[in-house]
């Protein structure tokens, strides 16, 4: 199947400071990539959609200044975690879809977020 | 609210036996349904799916039914191999909301050799 990474895998901050995550579809290109938080024990949970060049939309309950979403190319969407707080670390993960087909969407391993 | 739900968090089987992961759902307008598999610090790998105009579906070892009656639908892993072992989510999609998928809580199984 078709192969997301996203980068980095697992990274530490302190309060108050910016991190970006970086989802990539390595071999294909995606329409539509999606972002999904997953808390301990928890169902993975979607936050926003990211369309390549145009806005991203929200799910209710997100806060989009606060999860900064970048979607300027085929093959690239990042997700900013503005003034991260503790509250924030998660498990992150995208994925990106390739066509309308709901199973030609792809996910990529997470990135462990762990704000200090 | 909790439009998918995974009642039971974990599931032990024997090799060999036959494992069931249920999921149901409460939104009438869901037409789609996926299962994943999942392993720590890893993304969802795709498993198998069925549309809503089907009550079954299957390939290989895996079967999928859907009862829409019940708003309930089921994963059938038959034999139970030990790499099964692995966090089991099902998710629903509705077309009339862009197919973003809503996901269980998800099911650990664990095959036992």
């Known amino acids: 199947g078709a192969v997301v990474s996203q980068h980095p895998s697992w990274v530490i901050c302190k309060s108050g400071t910016s991190v970006k995550i970086e989802c990539r579809s390595l071999?294909?290109?995606?329409?539509?990539m999606f972002w999904y938080r997953q808390f301990p024990k928890q169902s993975l949970m979607l936050m926003a959609t990211?369309?390549?060049?145009?806005?991203?939309?929200?799910e209710q309950g997100v806060e989009k200044d606060k999860f900064l979403i970048n979607h300027a190319s085929l093959t690239l969407s990042t997700l900013t975690v503005t003034s991260a707080h503790p509250e924030d670390s998660s498990f992150y993960i995208c994925?990106?879809?390739?066509?309308?087909?709901?199973?030609?969407?792809?996910f990529g391993p997470g990135t462990r977020l762990t704000v200090l | 609210d909790q439009q998918v739900k995974q009642n039971s968090p974990s599931l032990s089987v024997q090799e060999g036996r036959i494992s069931i992961l249920n999921c149901d759902y409460t939104?009438?307008?869901?037409?789609?349904f996926l299962w994943y598999k999942k392993y720590p610090a890893e993304g969802p790998t795709f498993l198998i799916s069925?549309?809503?105009?089907?009550d079954k579906n299957e390939d290989g070892r895996f079967t999928v039914f859907l009862n829409k009656s019940a708003k309930h639908l089921s994963l059938h892993i038959v034999p139970s191999q030990p790499g099964d072992s692995a966090v089991y989510f099902c998710?629903?999609?509705?077309?009339?909301?862009?197919?973003?998928?809503?996901f269980g809580q998800g099911t650990t199984l664990q095959v036992k050799p």
């Open positions: 994925s990106a879809r390739v066509g309308p087909s709901y199973n030609e969407q792809f």
């Open positions: 071999d294909f290109q995606a329409t539509t």
């Open positions: 990211s369309n390549e060049g145009s806005k991203a939309t929200y």
């Open positions: 939104n009438s307008m869901f037409d789609y």
């Open positions: 069925i549309s809503s105009i089907k």
């Open positions: 998710a629903a999609s509705a077309r009339s909301n862009t197919g973003k998928l809503i």
